[in-house]
């Protein structure tokens, strides 16, 4: 096996001499996505209109739902495959950003995916507004050479068009809703409904031609709607859609309580994880109750809830009464990478440092960030710290052992300490927690995840998972963009979790 960015810096992909072959799978044109971009930001704002005005959200996706129905889904929305008690599927998380990071998975990705029988692609399929027109570029392109099925849930970026182009890929060409009555025009509704923003005319017209690029007969799945269970040999999966503000509405918390009563072990996929950055989100259900009630509930027999959203790698094995619940975030299959410098010593729900897994490595993170600033303040001399540098000031601030044992004689400098003060690595919990989130959001939207300043390593990842009667092996494989990871992608992470 290949070493992983926990035994080398080689195995983080640092020093790559040899690019990966990823550059061949791309358009010749990349429409890149940038955050700075004004456009960008009034596109995507119907999550802010959402918070102000009251979520449409549930509403949208009932009708969606009702209309699946009328067409004949079944109405449990479980779809029911026949594969055999041993088998292997992939997730893979917050994919469509159509740049080079998410190409850079791809050869991994289909390697290790050669024997699975079909993948999961949890939360956001399409960057920035989930429009029909970017499924050529950001889904069919990228994963036209994976032969087998693609189930998806849909992350927020997919609802920023009223989840219209999602429901057309993946649930049987879905036509459009039919529109609603106009609310009051002085309304909370009224005002939503004035600056909602749409789908752009003519969105999606060349859908079908982008199509065949997954046209063969063993790529083909249908959906039942947004949210499903699947029944895949011995256990059911269960995919939630979190919508635009990471909640679920009452008609699908309905839902999810009667599905998670079926005796077989169980595992979540959602938009929103319920463990990340060292917090607790148990995500609200409409009327009452969280998903993580449902989740914990021994009866239901979960042994494990992932989660996509945040662009990384995370892993907190919760214990609940006696058993474990492997709580996973996935989030790192293709979009701009978020940090993990910043996520604080860890001590929740009895997970601390020793139990708690992440990728890319805090060091590497933080040794990522200060190259990114340093290109694009023109102030590389200042920021640019080396993965040795970054991975000792980290170990220093945090109070974490060293993972990489090369590192161990790296003197820590004035200057090293500056910038991981300045880029946030190792905030207390308790004293600015508060500012945590908020900057790590300001992170990403003040970077644009451009060729110029955006190369390997990408420090991006998907999982396999390999189920049998007794057991699961979850693994999360990494994708760099060098060629050495991409002919074997290292192993970050591995966890068997027991069913009986
Ligand atoms: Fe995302």
Same mark, same amino acid.
């Given at each position: ?6 035994? =080398? ?22 429409? +890149? ?9 009034? #596109? ?19 009708? !969606? ?25 992939? *997730? ?27 993948? %999961? ?28 099925? %693609? ?8 609802? /920023? ?34 600056? !909602? ?61 009667? *599905? ?8 979540? @996929?959602?938009? &929103?994880?319920?463990? @990340? ?25 979960? *042994? ?30 293709? #979009? ?17 440092? +020793? ?11 933080? #040794?990522?960030?200060?190259?990114? /600033? ?11 710290? &080396? ?7 980290? #170990?220093?601030?945090?109070? %974490?052992?060293? =993972? ?11 200057? =090293?300490?500056? @910038? ?11 004293? =600015? ?7 790590? +959001? ?5 970077? &644009? ?22 057991? %699961? ?17 290292? *192993? ?9």
């Amino acid at each position: 096996m290949s070493d992983s960015s926990r035994d =080398t810096a080689e195995g983080a992909g640092w020093g790559a001499t040899e690019l990966g072959t990823y550059k061949r799978l791309m358009p010749h044109q990349v429409e +890149k996505i940038s955050w700075l971009d004004p456009r960008m930001l009034w #596109a995507a704002r119907n999550g802010v209109l959402a918070s102000w005005f009251g979520d449409p959200t549930g509403r949208t996706r009932n009708r !969606w739902v009702a209309q699946r129905a009328a067409a004949g889904a079944p109405a449990d929305k479980v779809i029911r495959r026949d594969d055999p008690d041993r088998f292997s599927f992939l *997730v893979i998380g917050d994919t469509g950003e159509g740049d080079d990071p998410q190409y850079a998975v791809v050869p991994g990705f289909l390697k290790t995916g050669r024997d699975t029988r079909f993948a %999961i692609l949890a939360s956001d399929v399409i960057y920035p507004v989930g429009s029909a027109d970017d499924y050529g570029s950001k889904f069919f392109r990228p994963y036209q050479e994976y032969q087998a099925p %693609i189930y998806a849930i849909p992350g927020n970026h997919d609802w /920023y068009e009223d989840l219209g182009a999602f429901m057309r890929v993946f649930c049987d060409d879905a036509p459009p809703l039919a529109p609603e009555p106009a609310p009051r025009p002085l309304s909370r509704a009224g005002l939503r409904s004035l600056l !909602w923003h749409r789908p752009r005319k003519g969105d999606g017209q060349r859908l079908a031609q982008q199509r065949t690029l997954r046209s063969a007969a063993a790529q083909q799945a249908v959906q039942p709607g947004p949210y499903w269970a699947i029944d895949a040999g011995p256990v059911r999966i269960v995919g939630i859609d979190t919508g635009l503000l990471g909640t679920l509405d009452a008609e699908q918390g309905a839902w999810l309580r009667e *599905v998670s009563k079926d005796p077989r072990p169980k595992i979540l @996929v959602t938009g &929103s994880p319920l463990y @990340v950055d060292g917090e607790h989100h148990p995500c609200a259900i409409e009327g009452g109750g969280t998903v993580d009630e449902i989740v914990r509930d021994p009866a239901h027999r979960y *042994v494990a809830a992932i989660g996509g959203d945040i662009h990384n790698y995370q892993r907190y094995p919760v214990q609940v009464d006696g058993r474990t619940i492997q709580y996973v975030v996935s989030g790192g299959g293709g #979009a701009f990478m978020h940090a993990t410098h910043t996520i604080p010593r860890v001590d929740i729900a009895g997970v601390t440092e +020793k139990e708690f897994r992440c990728y890319p490595l805090r060091g590497d993170s933080l #040794a990522f960030y200060s190259r990114l /600033y340093g290109r694009r303040l023109r102030m590389r001399r200042l920021f640019t710290l &080396s993965e040795a540098e970054a991975s000792a000031v980290v #170990a220093e601030r945090l109070g %974490i052992p060293l =993972t990489r044992a090369q590192q161990r004689t790296d003197r820590i400098t004035w200057r =090293t300490r500056l @910038v991981a003060a300045l880029l946030g690595a190792g905030r207390r919990p308790d004293r =600015t927690a508060r500012l945590r989130l908020p900057v790590r +959001k300001i992170y990403t939207s003040l970077f &644009s995840p451009s060729s110029a300043t955006y190369s390997p390593p990408f420090f991006k990842q998907f999982l396999r998972l390999d189920v049998t009667p007794e057991t %699961i092996r979850l693994r999360c494989y990494a994708a760099t963009g060098s060629r050495a990871q991409e002919l074997e992608p290292p *192993v970050e992470d591995e966890v068997t979790i027991p069913l009986i």
